[in-house]
């Protein structure tokens, strides 16, 4: 019996302008159920905070928050925070240079959207335009 091993590698190679050539792999499958969860708790945090807000929208425009309902929205807020950053950080490991200190650099200096337009170039070939601030859809 032959046993042959054939490696998997789905790096693919993009070069950043000014910041060098990175190597880019889809998330694992355990990083990409740990994503989707982030995901979905930030929906519902949004619906959690969208009601809070709503009950206030009728109110008299004096009446401001209860600090119960300050408290609430500031746990919320720090959650979001902890996710982002936990998603942040599973999609800066699916990304390495041979450059040390170059993922950080990049990490450190460009945006979410970006970082998505990079990864999404290498992945799919595809490069998104970058959207208009206040453009509409």
Same mark, same amino acid.
């Given at each position: 019996?032959?046993?042959?091993?054939?490696?998997?590698?789905?790096?693919?190679?993009?070069?950043?302008?000014?910041?060098?050539?990175?190597?880019?792999?889809?998330?694992?499958?355990?990083?990409?159920?740990?994503?989707?969860?982030?995901?979905?708790?930030?929906?519902?945090?949004?619906?959690?905070?969208?009601?809070?807000?709503?009950?206030?929208?009728?109110? =008299?425009?004096?009446? @401001? #928050? /209860?600090? !119960?309902?300050?408290?609430? $929205?500031?746990?919320?807020? =720090?959650?979001?925070? @902890? #996710? /982002?950053? !936990?998603?942040?950080?599973? $999609?800066?490991?699916?990304?390495?240079?041979?450059? @040390?200190?170059?993922?950080?650099?990049?990490?450190?200096?460009?945006?979410?959207?970006?970082?998505?337009?990079?990864?999404?170039?290498?992945?799919?070939?595809?490069?998104?335009?970058?959207?208009?601030?206040?453009?509409?859809?």
């Amino acid at each position: 019996m032959t046993i042959k091993y054939i490696p998997k590698n789905n790096k693919k190679a993009i070069d950043v302008e000014g910041y060098g050539k990175f190597y880019v792999r889809p998330y694992g499958a355990g990083e990409e159920l740990q994503v989707q969860a982030n995901m979905r708790e930030l929906n519902d945090i949004q619906r959690t905070a969208q009601s809070l807000l709503e009950s206030y929208k009728n109110a =008299d425009k004096n009446e @401001e #928050l /209860t600090a !119960e309902d300050k408290k609430a $929205l500031a746990e919320l807020q =720090d959650r979001i925070s @902890e #996710l /982002t950053i !936990e998603t942040h950080e599973i $999609l800066k490991g699916t990304i390495t240079s041979d450059t @040390e200190g170059a993922v950080d650099k990049l990490f450190r200096e460009l945006d979410r959207v970006e970082i998505r337009r990079i990864v999404d170039a290498a992945l799919l070939g595809v490069v998104a335009e970058p959207k208009e601030p206040n453009a509409s859809v």
